[in-house]
Every structure is written in structure tokens, then in C-alpha cells.
């Protein structure tokens, strides 16, 4: 012990995280969103750099500096090729897949009253079979038909591309056909297994997903994934194709089965309803509707889903246009793989996997979740 009667001073010095200034190439910033679990990343002016993680968007680090406007066309400028700029300086924005030695990336490019934006969607390299994203078994039986329409459904980031790939996966594993994507842009990259598969993007290998479905129908194929059927002219390609010999299958983003179909009747000008209605009754396999729900421990998302299987009740509901009986039939066709969405968020809030607040403000049934979930 000192004999000084001074004290020492212990002087404590408060750490604060050095500030991290703007990187200096965008797969800086993709490494770091996919080391971490990101499913996207966001670059935009006068805004720290932000990533979604499990649903929810947050920075990337707590001290940041916001990006400028130079920073951000540095980064557009340093990725892009030439083609993309041009198109970019001509229209304003710009769409395509971009890939590096980590991986492939879903993205878009565009100029505002700010300057430039980049947002990245992560594609998982990996296509996951059906059994690893966990999707009932029974769903198999919609990739094993010989024509007809499936159709996927879900809002933006809800998993339709990573489940209509696991699809097209199964069929690729168990079957011996010609199978034909069409996508805007290509994500996942198919390894030819039972299948000979073909991906074509849209503006880079054909002008629409019309005109690409045309083509698809002359060049002998069994299955044709459509990546989005966005308007009349593809719904009604699709359509026609599940109807001459072609197994199609679809997204929409839609919420549920009755809403999917109330969408794809009502793109059809009136006269021809009642046609289309027989042709859809008759044509449909099965609709798969989805959400990603953040768990509760925050350790990830987890899969929400409905699902309609065409049987001759579902069949004579879309032939006479009265869709707002199919949830009564989903309910009652539990032994055939049907489910509600509201049955499988309550079987989620019952495992202890998603918050009553998710499950209710997911639900469509909302005074019915509550009880439920105990919040009346």
C-alpha cells in the first residue's frame, strides 16, 4: 500500500465505436450483409447504410456516417457495367441480378431528386429442397401433375422465390422433363439433375414475360416456372399453357387463396369472366400463400402459410365466382392438405415460436386471434 496520502487518479475513459465511414465498392457491403444473416441492403443518399434482418430494417452499424450523394454514385458507378449505365442515364432505373465471388444478388438502381439508390436482395446460392424450408408434404403432390396451374403467393419478401424454386427443385430431382424458368430477374441457378432445365431473364434474354412465354410454348417444354405474372397478357399465357399439356407454376402477390383468384379473374375484361372462370376451374392444382413471421426469440423468421387444393367443391366455387366460400372449404379439407393461414399462425403462437401482436395483426380473423391468443 502507498504511504502517500494522495490518492491515485484512475482516469476513466468512456469507449465510444469508431465511426465507419462509406466503403469504397458495394461488395464490401454484400459481404458484410450476407456474413451476417442480412436478406437485404440498402445504400441511399442522406441515409446510414441499413440492412433488413429477419423482416426488419435497422443500420447496419450504430455509428455510421449517412451517405452522400457522390458516395452513393461512386458505388453505383463502380459495379455497374457499361450497358446498365447507359440504361440507367436513359430511363432512370435499373434491374438485374448482379454476381461476385460471394454470390448473386437481386438488384436495383435508381436515380432521384437526391441522386442514386442501390437496394441488393440477397439470393441464398443454395437452392433448399422442400423438406429443408420445412413445407408440408403434401405440396409434393402439386410438382408431380402433367399440366395445370400452382400458383405462389405473398407479399414483397414473403419467400415465393425461394419456394417456387424449391418446387422447380423437385421436380428437377424427380422427374425426367424439360423444365423452363422465366425471371426478372435470374436468382437461384438450377444444377441439371433428372431435368434439362433452361433460365431465361427478362430484358436480357427475351423484352417480357408475354413474349417469353410464347417462345417457352414452341420450344417443347413440360414445366414453365413464370417468375411473376404481373398483368393480362401472362395470366392469360399461363393459363392457356396449364390448360395444353404444360405443368405452370406462378406467383402473384396476393394474400390469400380467394384473394389470388379474385386477382387473376378480374384482370380479364368482363365479357370474359365466365370463360376464364371455367378455364381456372378447371385448370388449377393449388395455390400456396405465405408469410415470413419475425420469431419472438428474435433468432430468425418463420413460415406462415396457406393452402388450397383444388378438389370439385373449390372447382365449383371459382365456376360460379363466389371465392368467399373457399375458406370454409380450406377448413374442411384439413385431410386433403389444406390449411388457413390463420390455422397455421395460431399453430405457430401455440409452439411459442411468434408473439401474440404478429399473430393477430397477421391474421384475417383478428377478434378471433385475439381470443385466441388470450389478448380479450
Not at 36 to 49: E, F, K, M, R, T
Not at 235 to 252: D, F, K, Q, R, W
Not at 257 to 286: H, K, N, W, Y
Amino acid at each position: 500500500m502507498s504511504d502517500s496520502p494522495v490518492a491515485a487518479t484512475v482516469e476513466v475513459v468512456e469507449e465510444h465505436p469508431p465511426t465507419v465511414h462509406a466503403l469504397a465498392h458495394v461488395d464490401q457491403y454484400l459481404a458484410i450483409g450476407k456474413e451476417s444473416g442480412a436478406s437485404d441492403i440498402h445504400l441511399s443518399v442522406n441515409v446510414v447504410p441499413i440492412w433488413r434482418r429477419f423482416g426488419t430494417l435497422e443500420p447496419i452499424w450504430l455509428q455510421a456516417d449517412r451517405l452522400a450523394a457522390a458516395d452513393t454514385e461512386r458505388l453505383a458507378m463502380g459495379f455497374l457495367n457499361d450497358a446498365q449505365k447507359t440504361l440507367l442515364e436513359e430511363r432512370g432505373d435499373v434491374d438485374f441480378a448482379y454476381s461476385n465471388e460471394n454470390g448473386r444478388y437481386r438488384t436495383s438502381v435508381v436515380r432521384h431528386r437526391l441522386g442514386y439508390d442501390l437496394v441488393f436482395r440477397i439470393i441464398q446460392t443454395h437452392v433448399r429442397t422442400m423438406d429443408e424450408l420445412g413445407l408440408p408434404q403434401q405440396l409434393k403432390m402439386l410438382t408431380q401433375y402433367q399440366n395445370g396451374l400452382v400458383l405462389v403467393t405473398g407479399s414483397v419478401g414473403s419467400g415465393k422465390s425461394t419456394t417456387l424454386a424449391a418446387l422447380v427443385e423437385e421436380v428437377n430431382r424427380t422427374r425426367r422433363e424439360h423444365v423452363i424458368t422465366l425471371e426478372d430477374p435470374i436468382e437461384y441457378l438450377f444444377t441439371p439433375q433428372g431435368c434439362q432445365v433452361n433460365q431465361r431473364e427478362v430484358h436480357t434474354h427475351t423484352e417480357s414475360f408475354g413474349a417469353a412465354l410464347r417462345g417457352a410454348l414452341r420450344e417443347d417444354p413440360d414445366v414453365i416456372m413464370v417468375g411473376e405474372m404481373r398483368d393480362l397478357e401472362t395470366i392469360s399465357l399461363a393459363i392457356t399453357a396449364s390448360e395444353t399439356g404444360h405443368l405452370v407454376l406462378g406467383t402473384l402477390h396476393t394474400g390469400n387463396a380467394a384473394r389470388t383468384l379474385d386477382r387473376v379473374l378480374d384482370v380479364f375484361p368482363v365479357d370474359q369472366r365466365e370463360q376464364i372462370r371455367i378455364m381456372v376451374s378447371e385448370s388449377l392444382r393449388g395455390i400456396i400463400s405465405q408469410q415470413l413471421v419475425p420469431r419472438i426469440d428474435g433468432s430468425g423468421r418463420a413460415l406462415a402459410i396457406e393452402v388450397l387444393m383444388n378438389t370439385p367443391a373449390v372447382a365449383n366455387v371459382i365456376r360460379e365466382a363466389k371465392t368467399f366460400m373457399l375458406p370454409g372449404i380450406i377448413q374442411t379439407g384439413k385431410k386433403l392438405g389444406m390449411k388457413l393461414m390463420d390455422d397455421s399462425l395460431t399453430e405457430l403462437f401455440s409452439a411459442g415460436l411468434i408473439s401474440a401482436d404478429e399473430a393477430v395483426s397477421r391474421a384475417e380473423q383478428k377478434q378471433q386471434m385475439k381470443q385466441i391468443c388470450g389478448m380479450i
